[in-house]
């Protein structure tokens, strides 16, 4: 590892503290070195506040010592003026003349005219240190930029012998049928804090009535998801309680309500489709599909997905909702007690 590598590696560690709370802007870590030695680092930590380059400048003791400064940041510094001045402005203004960077920001207001704007004032800048990982670090910022949709993550539970639910009978209704552990459960609330929103389909709400926060761990609630399109979700269920950003998919003309927003859609196309592009013009920018088998089939059948995470439990149903099927193999496999969790991703 080289040293560039070296103080970018900080950067990506940095950043990952804004894990879920940067929406609609990228994670992104900075450090000002001088003379092999950290002086000032800093993170974004939420969309409307300071930029981590800011953060880093800010944290310098002495400001003298930028002027023989190198800044090491993950994602190119900012060239617009958005809720916050442009960070490549600051840079050249605080006298640093060598910039590292680790990955292009995509995002057309930026895309290269914060490197042209530090390049114009006379500042040596680097570009493409460890930029796989950079990237990787904002997938959901790049998938929404660059394909114009959520950054979709597939996520179920099935049993052993490959259910995902068993036959509902009216005795049985709104009681969910749990495959995974208390612990695979609580990682599913983890993932609900750091994505922007999760999605199930109508038998899901009408079976089991799911609240979708993330209460079994810290961390804001993510937009409730829908699809709905006879529009049979009671008015007394937990999605329609009001408490949280809701969006339904469905066929019929209906009023929003407090909190609750009603998007038509014509079901004889293609579904997943037009949920993108509907959630894309809502500004979000990842999405957990939870449910059921049949929406979570639509979404692998139309190659909308990026990752899934498939928690496969010790129970056995024998007979039920068969899952859904990914034809392919997982690139992680992760032990959670007597849970196997599977993690496939699609590249």
């Not at 950054?151 to 005795?171: C, H, M, S, V, Y």
């Not at 699809?227 to 209906?254: A, M, P, V």
């Amino acid at each position: 590892m080289n040293i560039h590598e070296k103080y970018m590696n900080r950067c990506i560690q940095l950043a990952k503290n804004g894990l879920g709370t940067t929406y609609p802007n990228p994670m992104v870590g900075c450090v000002i070195v001088v003379d092999n030695k950290i002086i000032g680092e800093g993170w974004h930590k939420k969309a409307g506040e300071a930029h981590a380059e800011v953060n880093a400048i800010n944290a310098v003791k002495d400001e003298n010592l930028l002027k023989k400064a190198t800044i090491y940041v993950s994602l190119e510094p900012c060239s617009h003026y958005g809720k916050t001045p442009p960070c490549s402005n600051l840079i050249v203004h605080s006298g640093i003349k060598k910039v590292v960077i680790g990955s292009i920001d995509t995002n057309s207001l930026v895309s290269g005219k914060g490197v042209a704007y530090l390049k114009n004032n006379s500042c040596n800048v680097i570009v493409g240190i460890l930029e796989k990982a950079c990237k990787a670090l904002n997938k959901r910022f790049f998938t929404f930029h660059e394909k114009k949709r959520p950054f979709i993550i597939l996520k179920w539970a099935e049993t052993k012998d490959g259910f995902i639910d068993k036959i509902r009978t009216q005795d049985s209704d709104n009681i969910p049928n749990w495959i995974s552990n208390s612990y695979s459960q609580q990682l599913v609330h983890k993932m609900r804090a750091v994505e922007e929103a999760v999605l199930v389909g109508t038998n899901t709400v009408l079976n089991d009535n799911p609240s979708l926060t993330a209460r079994k761990w810290f961390g804001e609630n993510p937009i409730r998801v829908a699809i709905d399109k006879k529009l049979k979700t009671e008015t007394s269920s937990n999605l329609l309680d009001g408490s949280i950003k809701t969006i339904l998919f469905t066929e019929k003309n209906q009023k929003n309500a407090d909190n609750i927003f009603y998007k038509k859609i014509d079901f004889d196309k293609n579904i997943p489709k037009q949920i993108c592009d509907v959630l894309y013009k809502y500004e979000i920018q990842s999405v957990i599909i939870e449910g059921g088998a049949f929406t979570l089939q639509s979404f692998i059948a139309t190659n909308l997905w990026d990752e899934a995470y498939v928690f496969k439990g010790e129970v056995v149903f024998k007979e039920g909702l068969k899952a859904p099927k990914l034809e392919r193999k997982p690139v992680e496999i992760r032990s959670i007690i007597k849970d196997t969790l599977c993690i496939y991703k699609n590249i």
